[in-house]
Antibody, heavy 124, light 112 residues
Framework: EVQLLESGGGLVQPGGSLRLSCAASGFTFISNAMSWVRQAPGRGLEWVSGISGSGDSTYYADSVKGRFTISRDNSKNTLYLQMNSLRAEDAAVYYCAKVPSEAWNDAPRAFDSWGQGTLVTVSS | DIVMTQSPDSLAVSLGERATINCKSS????????????FAWYQQKPGQSPKLLINWASTRESGVPDRFSGSGSGTDFTLTISSLQAEDVAVYYCQQYYSTPRTFGQGTKVEI
């Protein structure tokens, strides 16, 4: 059974940093691209970032480009999101999601499994 | 960026009745090389994470009841719940995975 378990959320001041983690199990992690999707309170889904299975290719929404960094450690089956220069508008539940293909652009797929999410609050 | 627009924003349907949600993309998500629509529907129940219901515009994921069906091609898509059940109360999102950034519709809330 696929399991995705996010952690690392919490309260951070504007301008601060946070690193989210997503521990994956139940599938061959390196064979799957991964993604982060966020949802502000009471709002819809917003794609944040994606990464290929190897980690060689990364992709970002314009709203986070230059501030967020996605990475993965395939030896630990873990996905990360390093978030710097956080703003009030970054406050959201952050979900990690699995893509059922290794590549991101060569073989695009929908997100077939999601974690339970981790809440990020940005406030002074 | 491809903009996804859903309609309506919310709808109330009686138990056992049909629910229809529409989604329009600002450009075609049909890939000419393989004739596939890079389009999905997700269901998010209250307090839960999203769940993939349908991909390739009309292919139900394993375990999804057959009362859920997807149709459409190019820029116009529809999710139909043929006979609404109480457990179908949720927000439904469309998404394109044709290009990056991946984009979602704003969501449609389905109530009884």
């Amino acid at each position: 059974e696929v399991q995705l378990l996010e952690s690392g959320g919490g309260l951070v001041q504007p301008g601060g940093s946070l690193r989210l983690s997503c521990a994956a199990s139940g599938f061959t992690f390196i064979s799957n691209a991964m993604s982060w999707v966020r949802q502000a309170p009471g709002r819809g889904l917003e794609w944040v970032s994606g990464i290929s299975g190897s980690g060689d290719s990364t992709y970002y929404a314009d709203s986070v480009k230059g501030r967020f960094t996605i990475s993965r450690d395939n030896s630990k089956n873990t996905l990360y999101l390093q978030m710097n220069s956080l703003r009030a508008e970054d406050a959201a539940v952050y979900y990690c999601a699995k893509v059922p293909s290794e590549a991101w652009n060569d073989a695009p797929r929908a997100f077939d499994s999601w974690g339970q999410g981790t809440l990020v609050t940005v406030s002074s | 960026d491809i903009v996804m627009t859903q309609s309506p924003d919310s709808l109330a349907v009686s138990l056992g009745e049909r629910a229809t949600i529409n989604c329009k993309s600002s450009q075609s998500v049909l890939h000419s090389s393989n004739n596939n629509n890079y389009f999905a529907w997700y269901q998010q129940k209250p307090g839960q994470s999203p769940k993939l219901l349908i991909n390739w515009a009309s292919t139900r994921e394993s375990g999804v009841p057959d009362r859920f069906s997807g149709s459409g091609s190019g820029t116009d898509f529809t999710l139909t719940i043929s006979s609404l059940q109480a457990e179908d109360v949720a927000v439904y999102y469309c998404q394109q995975y044709y290009s990056t950034p991946r984009t979602f519709g704003q969501g449609t809330k389905v109530e009884i």
